[in-house]
């Protein structure tokens, strides 16, 4: 590297002013740099496994492939071959964002009526809470597998064989469970502990859950997995593996036939994503029945406000800021659905005019607040959290992970079980356990997630965004966290685009979210990690806003982001990791 690009590139990171330089003080590590290529994931192993194939001459999408499918070994209770996902790609060649839904899909014959009676447990997740159905029939027809093919299809370098390579040598060999591993596995195994076949497998021979140092392997999956890497993902879809599944399901209740999942392939398609402009930024997201849209509502009212003005993490700033989210979610809560089955009002929900009128009512709304503040002579700061395992701050079940590459091509994607190792069930001797994602759409009739034989699961996880500047991207960025990913990501960008910060810096940064899960729309409560500073928080108190702090200072419910920047100038590559969950990112 010149000696005059390294102090170019040391200069401009050091003038980001006060408010990086606090942020890093909180901060628990530096980004990862990188011209060669960057990978960015919720596990260092998955990252690892991603850098390989970057490594080996492939690119980003042969990265993020290694990377996600590398995740059923490393976060198996996440996401895996049996769960769904989004994908939001630029291609450098043509220049060209594209969306690609792989985010599961009601089954055929789907009978409502037989879902009212299963199982139910806390979702594992953290999710304050939360009772999940679990077992086959909460099950929707997955689509990773078909997701990840049809990307390496069409953009990647490298076989199935090559980026399965990674997963297979995890899953055979085994994985060292880290303490976050442990937190997930004590708060879930009651998920997996009706389900032999899945209980065999997650479990240990006295049915407790993997602990901090054992080697977790999975060698029914790594079977399954070499399996689809020789003959294709067709044998998983319509052949040998489809048939055991189909089997299974049909033996267990279940809904999920052959029929379904020969349908899944022709069904994952690449589509336009959409997008706004942010402060001179292009911002693309994924579309219905991903919620993504929420996300540029919030970006276009805040867009409207001096944000920098009010200060980081302020007041005023977190004022405005939780009120335009509020109503945001009220739109995607009302609205979003599969496109074929809904009309999704896309156009006028981000039009400048019904923007503007949203803004309104923010102002209006924090107005009221600041006129009918009252003061408080002080604020009791919450008792630290005991550090113990099985503590709600680790929790969270989804993953999202980006990757980009020397030659410019950027890629994010989130993908989910749903709940803690999903439906807790696992089809016959395949070691595949299945998504719950069924689970997330309403038994009320006529609402825009209610169910339908075939309609397309309405998914908070589409919610990712890549921002670019002059026809370039500049920073691509996703985070878990169920309702809480719609929230997380804008903060995280805010930090970027209008704080100047680091991707890691932004990314560590304290956060907040409320409590808006399905059914709980308006949210009445927030979490907020506690490293924001006591005043704001005694403000905001103040001000009307119930906040839940008993989490402390981090907290995994306010999700799990991963990130990348490219510096235009220079071309280096920035990569940032949440340090609420065993991420990293991976450059060279």
């Not at 009601?106 to 679990?134: L, S, T, W, Y």
């Not at 319509?238 to 033996?251: P, V």
Request: contains cysteine; aromatic residues 10%.
């Amino acid at each position: 590297m010149r000696k005059g690009l390294f102090w170019s590139i040391l200069i401009a990171l050091f003038s980001a002013g006060t408010v990086w330089a606090q942020a890093a003080k909180q901060n628990l590590r530096p980004p990862a740099m990188g011209r060669e290529g960057m990978v960015t994931a919720a596990h260092p192993l998955a990252s690892l496994a991603g850098q390989k194939m970057l490594a080996k001459g492939g690119n980003a999408i042969d990265a993020v492939v290694a990377a996600a499918a590398a995740l059923n070994a490393v976060e198996p209770f996440m996401s895996g071959t049996g769960g769904v996902g989004y994908m939001l790609f630029y291609s450098a060649k043509d220049k060209k964002v594209r969306s690609l839904v792989f985010g599961g899909w009601v089954p055929k014959n789907f009978d409502v009526q037989k879902v009212k009676d299963i199982i139910r447990f806390d979702d594992g997740a953290g999710h304050g809470g939360r009772m999940e159905g679990i077992g086959p029939r909460t099950v929707a027809v997955p689509g990773n597998l078909a997701g990840w093919n049809r990307a390496l299809k069409d953009f990647g370098t490298k076989s199935l064989q090559d980026v399965f390579e990674p997963t297979i040598q995890y899953l055979e060999q085994g994985v060292t469970v880290t303490e976050y591993d442990q937190a997930m596995w004590d708060g879930i195994t009651q998920r997996v502990a009706p389900h032999p076949e899945a209980a065999a497998i997650f479990l240990k021979p006295d049915k407790s859950g993997y602990k901090v140092g054992d080697q977790f392997s999975n060698k029914p999956l790594a079977k399954t997995m070499r399996r689809i890497a020789k003959d294709g993902i067709d044998v998983f879809y319509k052949g040998e593996i489809a048939r055991e599944i189909a089997a299974a399901f049909q033996k267990d209740g279940g809904f999920i036939t052959l029929e379904d999942l020969a349908s899944v392939p022709d069904k994952v398609q690449w589509t336009t994503p959409l997008s706004v402009q942010y402060r001179g930024y292009t911002v693309y997201n994924n579309p219905p029945p991903g919620m993504g849209l929420q996300q540029l509502q919030t970006l276009k009212i805040m867009e409207g406000f001096d944000v920098k003005k009010m200060g980081h993490n302020s007041a005023e700033y977190l004022a405005h800021l939780m009120e335009a989210i509020a109503l945001s979610r009220l739109d995607s809560d009302k609205y979003i659905g599969d496109p074929a089955f809904v009309k999704v009002p896309v156009n006028e929900l981000l039009s400048d005019e019904y923007i503007q009128k949203q803004r309104e009512k923010v102002v209006a709304n924090v107005k009221a607040r600041f006129a009918n503040q009252k003061k408080q002579s002080f604020l009791l700061r919450p008792e630290p959290v005991m550090d113990v395992a099985n503590n709600d701050k680790y929790r969270y079940a989804t993953t999202s992970l980006s990757a980009v590459d020397k030659w410019g091509n950027v890629v994010v994607i989130t993908q989910t079980h749903g709940g803690g190792f999903g439906s807790g069930y696992v089809a016959g001797k395949t070691g595949l356990v299945f998504n719950n994602a069924l689970e997330w759409m309403s038994l009320q009739k006529g609402l825009a997630s209610s169910f339908e034989p075939g309609k397309g699961v309405s998914w908070c996880i589409g919610g990712m965004m890549q921002f670019h500047k002059d026809g370039k991207p500049y920073l691509v960025v996703g985070s878990p966290g169920s309702f809480g990913i719609l929230q997380s990501v804008p903060q995280v960008a805010m930090n970027v685009i209008d704080f100047g910060m680091n991707i890691q810096d932004a990314i560590s940064a304290p956060r907040f979210r409320w409590k808006d899960e399905m059914g709980s729309v308006p949210a009445k409560e927030l979490i907020i990690e506690t490293r924001i500073p006591p005043k704001t928080l005694q403000t905001l108190k103040e001000l009307g806003f119930k906040l839940d702090t008993s989490l402390g200072d981090w907290t995994m419910t306010v999700g799990g982001a991963q990130g990348v920047t490219i510096d235009p100038a220079s071309g280096w590559l920035m990569g940032g990791a949440d340090p609420r969950r065993n991420g990293y990112a991976i450059g060279f």
